[in-house]
């Protein structure tokens, strides 16, 4: 399989993998303009030359939008292979890839946030370990920060400390979301509509800066959702899953 790297000159016509056929979607189009602003930072997003999803994007660790400290390390943001792409080889091309290019720059590692059982939206923590990641650090209330050090000095990467217990001081729904994911895009105004109109106390919260994700109140910072000040999922809910959800904390 060939690899396309978006540029600022290829990024409007290419598929950006994410489960989204369109990309006139306003799902698509949020996201693409969030890697468009990233792209001078140094990120990356190398994807295969298929409409699957078959692709790492990764940026150094501090322009990531995550609330950890990694200095000299590259941050893999997501790093997404399954459906038909399983199987190929194309996980550890990627992979290889993002390692070269992260070695080609003088840095020292990389991280990734994950979890000790697979998760939604985070990357396969078997297969990280499988490939020679070891455990940093962990943040409430299944985070691990994984990091893959090209020598055995330095300091280790770490969770910011006010992330490793997650918990604000609000009662109701409480989320924090970034561009950072496409899906937010689309399905926050969807939860913000659905528990307007049944009166459910819900504040979200946009981090629309390197600096505000950096400094959010839990680890990932894509789609950090809380109520009654308890950190609850990472998982981008539909109207039917949140009022699930919020059934089930009644």
């Known amino acids: ?18 489960a989204i056929s369109s990309n006139k979607d306003p799902q698509v189009l949020s996201k693409k303009q969030w890697l468009r602003d990233r792209l001078e930072e140094g990120l990356v997003f190398l994807k295969g030359d298929i409409r699957g999803k078959c692709f ?13 400290e990694a200095a000299g390390y590259m941050h893999i943001n997501c790093f997404w292979v399954s459906g038909a792409c399983k199987g190929h ?29 697979k998760q939604s939206f985070l ?11 070891r455990l940093a650090d962990t943040a409430e209330p299944f985070f691990t920060l994984l ?3 090209f020598e055995d000095s330095g300091e280790k990467p770490r969770f910011k400390a006010a992330v490793k217990n997650p918990a604000t001081g609000e009662m109701g729904f409480r989320l924090y979301y970034t561009p950072g994911c496409p899906f937010t895009a ?19 919260t946009l981090l629309d800066s390197r600096e505000k994700a950096q400094n959010a109140p839990a680890a990932w910072t894509n789609y950090a959702l809380f109520y009654n000040g308890k950190y609850i999922t990472n ?9 699930a959800l919020w059934e089930e904390l009644q």
């Open 186 to 204: 689309k399905y926050v105004p969807l939860i913000e509509a659905c528990a307007r109109q049944r009166g459910i106390a819900f504040q979200s």
């Open 123 to 133: 990357s396969d923590p078997k297969y990280l370990s499988h490939k020679g990641f």
């Open 1 to 18: 399989m060939d690899y396309i790297k978006l540029t600022s000159e290829n990024l409007d016509g290419e598929h950006i993998c994410c």
């Open 147 to 149: 990091y893959l050090p």
């Open 235 to 243: 998982e981008i809910l539909s109207e039917k899953k949140f009022l």
């Open 89 to 117: 080889g194309y996980s550890n091309a990627l992979l290889e890839a993002c390692i070269e290019d992260a070695k080609a720059r003088g840095m020292q590692g990389l991280t990734v946030i994950s979890s000790h059982k």
């Open 56 to 68: 790492i994007e990764y940026i150094p660790a501090e322009y990531a939008w995550v609330p950890i």
